[in-house]
């Protein structure tokens, strides 16, 4: 697949909106994702000169810093279903203290625009846990969820 102008100006205007939604200036992008402020300004200004492709290495490192995939900044494809089947295997494999401790946890001013929660994705995740981990209620997993969501923990580059 070639990647367009207009890609491209999509793409730019996607990373900023990411970046605006976690409030990071473009500086402390920089300094979470490892990508120089320099390049972060030049993608962010399309409009402002003929930019190139996103190098694969920044567009991952961007991708990570903001909690996206690089298919969204990129393309702006629906990659929900890849991020909600990895938040479900990562709610699979947490232990009692774990969940506890989640729960426990203060929600953060951390924009979850990508999370899609249904009923059916609480139930399974409800279901699990009480075959595998902890008995509890539903809105006890629901609550651990979102609280989980605000306080993940980010992959290291």
Not at 33 to 61: M, Q
Not at 86 to 108: M, P
Not at 129 to 136: P, R
């Amino acid at each position: 697949m070639r990647v367009t102008k207009k890609d491209l100006h999509d793409f730019s205007i996607r990373l900023k909106k990411a970046r605006e939604d976690f409030n990071y200036t473009q500086k402390q992008l920089a300094e979470i994702s490892g990508v120089s402020i320099k390049t972060i300004k030049r993608l962010e200004n399309f409009e402002k000169k003929d930019n190139p492709s996103p190098l694969a290495l920044n567009l991952l490192f961007l991708s990570q810093a903001l909690d996206v995939t690089p298919e969204y900044l990129l393309l702006g494809e629906d990659n929900m279903n890849i991020y909600m089947k990895k938040l479900n295997s990562e709610l699979k494999a947490l232990t009692i203290g774990d969940i506890r401790y989640y729960h426990q946890q203060n929600l953060t001013d951390k924009v979850l625009s990508h999370l899609k929660l249904t009923d059916a994705f609480i139930n399974e995740i409800w279901q699990y846990w009480n075959e595998h981990t902890i008995v509890c209620r539903r809105p006890y997993v629901q609550d651990v969820i979102i609280r989980y969501c605000h306080n993940r923990p980010r992959e290291k580059a």
